[in-house]
């Protein structure tokens, strides 16, 4: 019997997976031109920078700031990407001039994420080989340590944007809960991170114009919108135990309407989804 309620969770698991990435194809591909023109916008801002830093490399005193710059003008546009992809998962057209009008209530935490992401990039890149230099078991656990606690905060920082954007609540609360998505969500979150990798590299066929940044963004959208089909679900089931609870999550039911407003797609519709 126990056997056959963990195969009915994988198989729940299985279908709400697999719509996941249903959604966010369809929904990558009717708004696909905009994706294109988001992602034209950052890399604006990522290849001026670049030759910016070029011209300066030369001084660090320079460089360093430019580059720190550089990083909080790319965050503050994915912040604004985020809220327009918060709207296209909820099948709302966007026009472009919406990223550019998302900035003046997204830049202050997206200055701040990225100083914070920026600055644990660093400590990490310059503790972990100096642990490791140490070459003791000392030195190794440490560098271990930091290591992991950077790498399970890459994964976190998966949900913070798409929770910044539809959930709201402010820096503090977005920082705690994506951590919370994480551990209660742990093997989704990596799947995730594996996705996202994938989205990166089928990137560099179609030189990053699609899905890019802007794609990816839009999958982290999508998978948290999914996500809180559970947590609806939990709350309207206080009588069970949480960890009853969550062998009994109906997917296929909770993703139902948004199957159905997905619908069946022809070639046509693919071609010309603005139709």
């Given at each position: ?92 057209s966007i026009p ?178 603005w139709k």
């Open positions: 019997m126990e056997q056959l309620t963990r195969l009915l969770i994988c198989y729940k698991t299985l279908v709400m997976t697999l719509f996941y990435l249903k959604k966010n194809f369809f929904d990558g591909w009717d708004n696909l031109f905009t994706i294109l023109a988001q992602n034209v916008i950052m890399y604006v801002v990522v290849i001026g920078g670049y030759f910016l830093v070029g011209t300066v490399i030369d001084y660090p005193a320079a460089a360093i700031p430019l580059l720190i710059i550089l990083g909080m003008l790319l965050s503050v546009l994915m912040f604004a990407v985020s809220a327009c992809s918060a709207k296209m998962v909820n099948y709302k472009v001039k919406e990223v550019f009008q998302q900035i003046p209530s997204v830049w202050k935490d997206a200055v701040l994420f990225a100083l914070i992401v920026m600055g644990m990039l660093f400590i990490t890149s310059m503790a972990v080989p100096f642990y490791l230099r140490m070459g003791n078991l000392l030195g190794i656990a440490l560098a271990a340590v930091i290591f992991w606690i950077a790498f399970v905060s890459i994964l976190a920082f998966q949900w913070f944007l798409p929770l910044y954007s539809q959930l709201g609540g402010g820096f503090k609360k977005t920082f705690k809960k994506s951590y919370i998505l994480f551990f209660d969500n742990t093997f989704f979150t990596v799947f995730m991170g594996i996705y996202s990798l994938f989205l990166f590299i089928f990137s560099v066929v179609l030189i990053f114009l699609a899905p890019g940044i802007a794609g990816i963004i839009l999958a982290h959208n999508n998978a948290l919108k999914l996500r809180m089909y559970k947590y609806d679900w939990l709350e309207q089931h206080p009588e069970l135990s949480l960890k009853e609870a969550r062998k009994h999550i109906p997917w296929d039911e909770l993703v139902a309407e948004d199957n159905e407003t997905l619908g069946p797609r022809t070639l046509r519709s693919f071609i010309f989804p």
